[in-house]
Every structure is written in structure tokens, then in C-alpha cells.
């Protein structure tokens, strides 16, 4: 293991010790399942107590810089958002950088939503009710993920939920090179550090003149 994997592992492991055991309060308000969405990604499912079907639902991708974080870190916002707003949240799990390089994320977010599409009704949702959104990186995944299926007709008709807390300067959302997002000139310092060899791929743009 290089020493570059190993502060990862560390990092990762020392955020979801921190976040995990907060707000223990929080499960009681809500029911949880864990499933597995298209097959290959974690899921949990949070049903607010006594709520009847169908309800609406919010597909939720968690934050962490594309690199960090997963569904446990996010258990206990996610059963608050459930509770707060009497609705059925799916979180979903994505594949993290740096062992999974762009598009992999965006491609999971994809298909978790598709999935969602096609298996609402068997989570106890209903169909004209659904809704999308995430914190941070998960607020990129969301709109990017919304951009791929919004143009589909009668596939979804949700209300965007981006909670997003993000510099321009983050990871591109689409396929594009020359995506204004991937690398503009404004200053990240808080992330560069921790984040950016996280984010790079082989595919940076030429800056234009």
C-alpha cells in the first residue's frame, strides 16, 4: 500500500467515525432499509414512521469531494430530511475517486435515478412525486444526473433539491472537455490539497487563451 492510499484510507475512515455516530436521535424518526440499486450500488431506503404509500420520494447523493464520505456518513441527515419533510429519501452510494475516475460517479447517478424510475412503485413511492438532490459533490450529481433524464418525456417530473456548497472549481459534470466547470481560474484553497489529485483525470482540457 503506498503512502498516498493509506492517508486516503485514513481519511476516509476518520470522517466516518466523526459523522456516523451523530445524532443517534435521528434513526428513531424513520424506518430504514438497505437495498442494492441497478444491481452494484448501496442504497438506503428511509420511510418516516407510520407514513402511508405511496408518498413522494428524494433520490440523495451524499457530499465528500467526490473522494470521500458514503451512505453511512449521511445516515442520520438523510433520516432528518425523511422525517422533516414526510417523504421517502433513497440514499445511494457512487463510486469514489481516486480508484474510480471520471465519469464513474456520474455515471452511477444515472443509473441510480433511471432505477428509481423504474422501481418506485415497489419502494412505496409515487411515480408523479419524485424528486433528486445531494450536498456538495452530491448537489453536482444531482443536476448532472438530472440533465441526462430531465429531457425524457414523462420519465421524471421532480422539483431540483440541490443542497450545494461548491466552488465553481469542482470536478465537470458532463462528458464535454471544454465543460466550464472543469478547470476555470478560480481559487479552491480549502480543497486543493485534500481533493484536486482526487479529481484529476487524463482528459484536462487545454486552457483557451
Not at 21 to 37: F, H, K, N
Not at 60 to 67: K, L, S
Not at 116 to 122: D, G, K, M, P, V
Given at each position: 500500500?503506498?503512502?498516498?492510499?493509506?492517508?486516503?484510507?485514513?481519511?476516509?475512515g476518520?470522517?466516518?467515525?466523526?459523522?456516523?455516530?451523530?445524532?443517534?436521535?435521528?434513526r428513531?424518526?424513520?424506518?430504514?432499509?438497505?437495498?442494492?440499486?441497478?444491481?452494484?450500488?448501496?442504497?438506503?431506503?428511509?420511510?418516516?414512521?407510520?407514513?402511508?404509500?405511496?408518498?413522494?420520494?428524494?433520490l440523495?447523493?451524499?457530499?465528500?469531494?467526490?473522494?470521500?464520505?458514503d451512505?453511512?456518513?449521511?445516515?442520520?441527515?438523510?433520516?432528518?430530511?425523511?422525517?422533516?419533510?414526510?417523504?421517502?429519501?433513497l440514499?445511494?452510494?457512487?463510486?469514489?475517486?481516486?480508484?474510480?475516475?471520471?465519469?464513474?460517479?456520474?455515471?452511477?447517478?444515472?443509473?441510480?435515478?433511471?432505477?428509481?424510475?423504474?422501481n418506485?412503485?415497489?419502494?412505496?413511492?409515487?411515480?408523479?412525486?419524485?424528486?433528486?438532490?445531494?450536498d456538495?459533490?452530491?448537489?453536482?450529481l444531482?443536476?448532472?444526473?438530472?440533465?441526462?433524464?430531465?429531457?425524457?418525456?414523462?420519465?421524471?417530473a421532480?422539483?431540483?433539491?440541490?443542497?450545494?456548497?461548491?466552488?465553481?472549481r469542482?470536478?465537470?459534470?458532463?462528458?464535454?472537455?471544454?465543460s466550464?466547470?472543469?478547470?476555470?481560474?478560480?481559487?479552491f484553497?480549502?480543497?486543493?490539497?485534500?481533493?484536486?489529485p482526487?479529481?484529476?483525470t487524463?482528459?484536462?482540457p487545454?486552457?483557451?487563451?
Amino acid at each position: 500500500m503506498t503512502t498516498g492510499s493509506w492517508r486516503l484510507r485514513a481519511m476516509r475512515g476518520a470522517l466516518r467515525h466523526i459523522m456516523a455516530g451523530r445524532d443517534p436521535q435521528a434513526r428513531g424518526l424513520v424506518t430504514m432499509r438497505d437495498l442494492v440499486i441497478d444491481g452494484r450500488l448501496d442504497g438506503r431506503l428511509y420511510t418516516p414512521v407510520s407514513a402511508p404509500p405511496p408518498g413522494p420520494v428524494l433520490l440523495y447523493f451524499h457530499g465528500g469531494g467526490f473522494a470521500f464520505c458514503d451512505i453511512d456518513t449521511h445516515d442520520a441527515l438523510c433520516a432528518r430530511l425523511a422525517h422533516a419533510g414526510a417523504l421517502r429519501v433513497l440514499s445511494c452510494a457512487y463510486r469514489l475517486a481516486p480508484e474510480h475516475a471520471f465519469p464513474a460517479a456520474l455515471d452511477d447517478a444515472v443509473a441510480a435515478a433511471l432505477w428509481l424510475a423504474a422501481n418506485t412503485e415497489a419502494l412505496g413511492g409515487d411515480p408523479g412525486r419524485l424528486a433528486i438532490g445531494g450536498d456538495s459533490a452530491g448537489g453536482y450529481l444531482a443536476e448532472a444526473a438530472f440533465g441526462v433524464w430531465a429531457p425524457r418525456p414523462r420519465l421524471f417530473a421532480p422539483a431540483l433539491c440541490s443542497m450545494q456548497c461548491c466552488s465553481r472549481r469542482g470536478p465537470r459534470l458532463d462528458r464535454s472537455p471544454g465543460s466550464p466547470s472543469a478547470w476555470p481560474s478560480a481559487s479552491f484553497p480549502a480543497a486543493e490539497s485534500a481533493f484536486r489529485p482526487c479529481w484529476r483525470t487524463p482528459h484536462r482540457p487545454t486552457p483557451q487563451p
